[in-house]
């Protein structure tokens, strides 16, 4: 078997990279040497807004309640109200947040 080249990272990165690289190398020449460049910068660890949890408070309702279920129609819509009780429970943890900050 041979031996990965892991270049001190993990297998996961390793993959990541890889396909990385394939991913810029697709494009022409042009691109390829801009693409290279972009990638180590795209390899980091990104940053977690300090504000991060309440931007995000939709997209965690809306993920939250899809995993418990979510029944759709046959065209891939979601029943009528769903996305209101979303915004009115959301409009509610914005202002126990905002309460509870005074």
Known sequence: M???????????????????????AGYPAVRQDLLTQ?????????????RASECLTPLRWLLEHIADGVTANQGGMVAEGFGARGERQVRLVRRYRRHAQH
């Open 2 to 24: 041979p031996i990965l080249d892991l270049r001190g990272g993990t297998l996961l990165q390793a993959v990541g990279r890889e396909r990385a690289e394939a991913w810029a």
């Open 38 to 50: 972009m990638l180590p910068l795209l390899a980091g660890a990104v940053g977690v807004p300090v």
